[in-house]
């Protein structure tokens, strides 16, 4: 699987279905086909079937952040130091 078929999924975050429907292989293979791009340093686990690319993730702003972290942590909130420091 080339990683530069993982580049063209525009989404901010994706998993293995994405990575599997873009590249044409299994679930599975797709699984661990991202575990060994995480060992590379191409992409940045987020949680269990989550991921961002690395490029992206160096070059994300405060506000995507902030959105990646409401999808991890359902209810959550800014707190008052974050929102005085953004």
């Known amino acids: 699987m080339s990683y530069l078929k993982i ?3 525009k989404r901010l975050y994706f998993g293995y279905n994405e990575v599997a429907q873009i590249s044409g292989i299994t679930k599975n293979s797709a699984r661990v086909a991202c575990t060994r ?3 590379k340093g ?6 269990r ?3 961002v690319l690395e490029e992206k993730w ?3 702003s405060k ?3 902030f959105i ?4 991890l942590q359902v209810p959550s909130y800014v707190s008052l ?3 005085l420091d953004y």
């Open 7 to 9: 580049r063209k999924i």
């Open 37 to 39: 791009m995480v060992k």
């Open 42 to 47: 191409l992409l940045v686990r987020l949680k």
């Open 49 to 51: 079937d989550l991921y």
């Open 58 to 60: 160096n070059n994300m």
């Open 63 to 65: 506000e995507d952040k």
């Open 68 to 71: 990646i972290a409401n999808i």
């Open 81 to 83: 130091m974050t929102a």
